[in-house]
């Protein structure tokens, strides 16, 4: 039976309700209620797509997401948390990455392949996680077998006794290698060098396009010479332990498996889609913008990639796209790539109140990250209530002003006014440093006041 979705995902997220996942989205995002229920039931769907017959479930597309609205306001954090959440392979591309003025732009079936690349990735990473254990056993016997050579056995010698006397030591031995004892001995070892031949490759071309496997025509031209090393026991190990479980991998399985989960389970975020919202009868640089829509369609539509790993079909994969649209408009797409992305989700600007919740509510609260930055230092940072409430307020001040770059504009904020701290953080004497309202006035109010001035520095 295929593995879809990987074991500990159907353990988990199986069992997450749209209510739960927009909770668990809630712990790292602000706000944007609309966008966590669209991307919630989308996952939601997949999920209830898995417990249906092969049949039906061939049959069932997947309902790709436009999130419209301002940069800064987490369009690329919620796609980013929800693949986390699924452990799903997750690929973030910028669609004007398709439309580089000047030359011919990446292909775009590349998406696939860089996907397929972080599936396997997840997949050997998983496969590891199982035979950890029995490589570092492994390991452990052939640097043993280093250490201590097998003694040959005379033949006046009771051959039970003498291997038993043998394992005893070498049991021994083991003890003293994991206590750390041996740390410091040196050992040789056959390394193998990594050797990777330089060759060119047609231009305009990739490998997949080529069709070629160097590896199965000039067999031993990548597998390097092996030279004896001299190695402390802990590098030794950890070497000898990365060979074996090499060994006990099997990257055809992983390949299958990794395939399968992209198809099945992949996630694709196109960022900056409004980019290439253009259509015919453009000048310039927009001429490519059509063309570039038409090429993104078929992967979006659903059609099958060559990949070193095998073909790919991407019916099943979820796109998520994303772009500010406010100098075009969704209408503004091909009417084939709009029919597309059926679900349609308008994301808020983020004002003051926002921005207090930013600070210090999420996990990983801008506000946390320097308390505990400057907690390497020795530092004990903190912010009072007032202060927090006086940094938002000169971020929304500054973004009315200036370009609305959303909740990117505190960490703008936060760098200037921590830029003394920041620097003077070693050699302060003071060691509790509590940032209130009267010291963000002082770092930021002259700033702020002057708008030419926080165009450039804010």
Do not use: C, W
């Amino acid at each position: 039976m295929p593995i879809y979705l990987p074991e500990k995902t159907l353990s988990s997220t199986d069992t997450l309700t749209p209510r739960q996942i927009v909770a668990e989205l809630d712990k790292y995002v602000v706000g944007q209620h609309a966008a966590k229920r669209a991307v919630a039931i989308a996952l939601r769907n997949r999920m209830r797509r898995q417990k249906l017959t092969p049949e039906l479930a061939e049959e069932i597309a997947p309902k790709n997401i436009l999130m419209i609205g301002p940069t800064g306001v987490g369009k690329t954090e919620i796609a980013r948390r929800l693949a986390r959440l699924a452990q799903s392979p997750f690929l973030k591309v910028e669609a004007s990455k398709f439309t580089e003025v000047g030359y011919v732009g990446r292909d775009v079936e590349s998406m696939v392949r860089d996907l397929v690349e972080l599936g396997v990735d997840m997949v050997r990473e998983e496969r590891l996680e199982e035979v950890r254990t029995k490589a570092t056993q492994n390991a452990e016997d052939r640097l043993l077998d280093i250490l201590l050579p097998p003694r040959p056995i005379a033949p006046d010698e009771d051959s039970a006794a003498a291997r038993e006397e043998q394992s005893q030591t070498r049991e021994r031995f083991r003890e003293q290698l994991r206590a750390g004892r041996l740390d410091t001995r040196v050992v040789e070892i056959d390394a193998r060098e990594k050797a990777f031949p330089s060759f060119e490759i047609i231009a305009g071309s990739s490998v997949e396009e080529v069709d070629i496997n160097l590896k199965d025509m000039l067999p031993g031209l990548f597998q390097g010479k092996t030279k004896r090393r001299k190695l402390k026991v802990p590098e030794a190990l950890e070497y000898l332990r990365q060979e074996e479980e090499q060994k006990l991998i099997d990257m055809d399985s992983v390949a299958k498996a990794a395939v399968e989960r992209v198809e099945q389970a992949g996630i694709i975020f196109i960022d900056e889609i409004d980019k290439i919202a253009g259509r015919e009868g453009a000048h310039g640089p927009d001429v490519s913008r059509e063309g570039v829509q038409r090429d993104i369609l078929p992967i979006v539509e659903g059609t099958t990639v060559n990949t070193k790993y095998g073909m790919v079909r991407t019916d099943h994969v979820l796109f998520i796209a994303a772009g500010a649209f406010h100098v075009s408009k969704p209408s503004d797409l091909i009417p084939e790539l709009q029919g597309r992305f059926p679900i349609r989700v308008e994301l808020e600007p983020l004002g003051k109140e926002e921005f207090i919740r930013i600070l210090t509510e999420p996990r990983s609260a801008l506000v946390k990250q320097y308390m505990a930055l400057m907690e390497t230092e020795g530092i004990d940072l903190t912010f009072s209530d007032d202060a927090i409430r006086r940094i938002a307020d000169f971020a929304t001040i500054v973004n009315e002003r200036t370009e609305n770059i959303g909740a990117r504009r505190l960490h703008t904020v936060m760098e200037k006014l921590l830029d003394e701290i920041s620097f003077e953080g070693p050699d302060l004497e003071k060691k509790t440093i509590t940032i209130d309202d009267a010291y963000v006035t002082k770092m930021l109010a002259d700033i702020v006041k002057n708008e030419d001035l926080s165009r450039y520095i804010l």
